[in-house]
């Protein structure tokens, strides 16, 4: 769906994640969202702030997974996911912070294996994730499952493109300081999300966004792997449509 102002694809996005946490707090059930970072979704989550400060819209249903934090990055630093997803959603409405999950990148090397299967197993618990709201990269990244990421790959450690760590270089005063790896869930952790938004606004997104949507599906553009999912929205401004 094509919008004139980013602000409108936002404001949609955002309405269909309110709905949904509704219609499920009146089923009496969870309501479990794949939370992404960068500032694509950012007009989402200030819509849903309004939305809980002005229409009475309660999250106390609402259960968390992020998709992807830096590794290595204590969860105070200026630039972790933590941080961001706390800052832009979290602190400002009444979820529970225990159905709050988050990779965790501050742990031991030798541990994140074990720590992404049990990220998974979380997931599988809480019921799957209802609605799953993504950016993506100039490198075709979602979460930072970066090019060479497999239709198959699960939630893992793995090492940042070059690209990526030059678009993230002035949150990090310098791309030598961009770490060098991600926890990232996987393209098939995202692809088990039963309706996925992926937010894409800029000139900046228009070449990547043509190949994500209408080339063939493959691992050089992990992105494109969301043509096998049946409930995928593609939500774009003018600027980022431009290639299609
Ligand atoms: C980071 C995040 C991605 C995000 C990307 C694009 O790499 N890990 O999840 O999609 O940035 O960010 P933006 O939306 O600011 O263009």
């Given at each position: 769906?094509?919008?004139?102002?980013?602000?409108?694809?936002?404001?949609?996005a955002?309405r269909?994640?309110a709905?949904?946490?509704?219609?499920?707090?009146?089923?009496?059930k969870?309501?479990?969202?794949?939370?992404?970072t960068?500032?694509?979704?950012?007009?989402?989550?200030?819509?849903?702030?309004?939305?809980?400060?002005?229409e009475?819209?309660?999250?106390?249903?609402?259960?968390?997974?992020?998709?992807?934090?830096?590794?290595?990055?204590?969860?105070?630093?200026?630039?972790?996911y933590?941080?961001?997803?706390?800052?832009?959603?979290?602190d400002?409405?009444?979820?529970?912070?225990?159905?709050?999950?988050?990779?965790?990148?501050?742990?031991p090397?030798?541990?994140?294996?074990?720590?992404?299967?049990?990220?998974?197993?979380?997931?599988?618990?809480?019921?799957?994730?209802?609605?799953?709201?993504?950016?993506?990269?100039?490198?075709?990244?979602i979460?930072?499952?970066e090019?060479g990421?497999?239709?198959?790959?699960?939630?893992?450690?793995?090492?940042?493109?070059?690209?990526?760590?030059?678009?993230?270089?002035?949150?990090f005063?310098?791309?030598?300081?961009?770490?060098?790896?991600?926890?990232?869930?996987?393209v098939?952790?995202?692809?088990?999300?039963?309706?996925?938004?992926?937010?894409?606004?800029?000139e900046?997104?228009?070449?990547?966004?043509?190949?994500?949507?209408?080339?063939?599906?493959m691992?050089?553009?992990?992105?494109?792997?969301?043509?096998?999912?049946?409930?995928?929205?593609?939500?774009?401004?003018?600027?980022?449509?431009?290639?299609?």
């Open positions: 769906r094509i919008f004139s102002r980013a602000s409108q694809a936002s404001a949609v955002a269909e994640i709905d949904l946490i509704r219609w499920k707090a009146g089923e009496g969870r309501c479990v969202i794949g939370l992404a960068g500032s694509s979704p950012v007009g989402i989550y200030d819509e849903l702030v309004r939305m809980h400060r002005e009475g819209l309660s999250f106390q249903n609402v259960v968390t997974f992020s998709l992807d934090e830096y590794f290595p990055m204590q969860p105070d630093e200026l630039q972790s933590v941080r961001f997803v706390h800052e832009h959603l979290i400002h409405v009444d979820i529970d912070p225990a159905n709050v999950h988050i990779p965790d990148g501050s742990l090397k030798a541990e994140v294996q074990r720590y992404c299967q049990q990220y998974e197993q979380q997931i599988i618990d809480a019921g799957g994730i209802d609605i799953q709201i993504l950016g993506i990269s100039k490198t075709g990244h979460g930072c499952n090019p990421s497999e239709r198959t790959s699960r939630t893992r450690m793995i090492t940042l493109d070059r690209v990526t760590r030059i678009d993230a270089a002035s949150d005063f310098g791309a030598e300081n961009v770490p060098r790896h991600a926890i990232t869930m996987g098939a952790t995202i692809l088990e999300a039963r309706r996925i938004l992926l937010l894409a606004f800029g900046g997104k228009a070449t990547i966004i043509a190949s994500t949507v209408e080339k063939p599906a691992p050089s553009v992990p992105a494109s792997f969301l043509q096998h999912h049946p409930n995928v929205e593609v939500l774009l401004d003018e600027a980022a449509a431009t290639g299609l």
